[in-house]
T-cell receptor
Framework: QKEVEQDPGPLSVPEGAIVSLNCTYS??????FMWYRQYSRKGPELLMY????GNKEDGRFTAQVDKSSKYISLFIRDSQPSDSATYLC????????????FGDGTTLTVKP | GAVVSQHPSWVICKSGTSVKIECRSL??????MFWYRQFPKQSLMLMAT?????????EQGVEKDKFLINHASLTLSTLTVTSAHPEDSSFYIC??????????????FGPGTRLLVL
């Protein structure tokens, strides 16, 4: 069983929809939770990160962490065609997160 | 934002040849760089951690003699795939950590290098 499981998708939504992306994990030592966006044939770009449980909001993006359930989510409000990409969750026990464990990614398409 | 480049962006080579991939931090210095590989529709798998001026630390299962890493300066790390075979075909991505920080927010990824071994 993988340490990090990510809803595989793909997801296709109309422009303006609310998108929910989710990951579960099994390692209780994970403290840092990241979401990356990866466009086709490009490297990942850090969108948001949170430490421990709770919510974090940045513009149209909200990250949620529920450590008791070992479940994290990324919500995208008012989705735009430019949000079309693959979203990767990643987790680490420490902040120097070169050893982050990544999910397999969820590919999102936002249709105009 | 900080920029990490990789060269080449894609390469096709014959089986048995060696391929060198460069990773550069363009506007910051990085004592630590990381090399990942990513198969289609799969997650990034960390191959090794590259430290400037010292030997790389390889993850379990990664052959250090096949994937040679050199981190000769604070802005350059290279990955050489020696005697490449078709199963080495993959997307190789580097990331660099800005030496002025240590958190995830100071780790920047390159655009990746697609390797196809015929």
């Amino acid at each position: 069983q993988k340490e990090v499981e990510q809803d595989p998708g793909p997801l296709s939504v109309p422009e303006g929809a609310i998108v929910s992306l989710n990951c579960t994990y099994s390692n209780s030592a994970f403290q840092y939770f990241m979401w990356y966006r990866q466009y086709s044939r490009k490297g990942p770009e850090l969108l948001m990160y949170t430490y421990s449980s709770g919510n974090k909001e940045d513009g149209r993006f909200t990250a949620q962490v529920d450590k008791s359930s070992k479940y994290i989510s990324l919500f995208i409000r008012d989705s735009q065609p430019s949000d079309s990409a693959t979203y990767l969750c990643a987790m680490s026990a420490r902040t120097n997160a070169g050893k982050s464990t990544f999910g397999d990614g969820t590919t999102l398409t936002v249709k105009p | 934002g900080a920029v990490v480049s990789q060269h080449p962006s894609w390469v096709i080579c014959k089986s048995g040849t060696s391929v060198k991939i460069e990773c550069r931090s363009l506007d910051f210095q990085a004592t630590t760089m990381f090399w990942y590989r990513q198969f289609p529709k799969q997650s990034l798998m960390l191959m090794a951690t590259s430290n400037e001026g010292s030997k790389a630390t390889y993850e379990q299962g990664v052959e250090k003699d096949k994937f040679l890493i050199n981190h000769a300066s604070l802005t350059l790390s290279t990955l050489t795939v020696t005697s490449a075979h078709p199963e080495d075909s993959s997307f190789y991505i580097c990331s660099a950590r800005d030496m002025r920080g240590s958190g995830v927010e100071t780790q920047y990824f390159g655009p990746g290098t697609r390797l196809l071994v015929l």
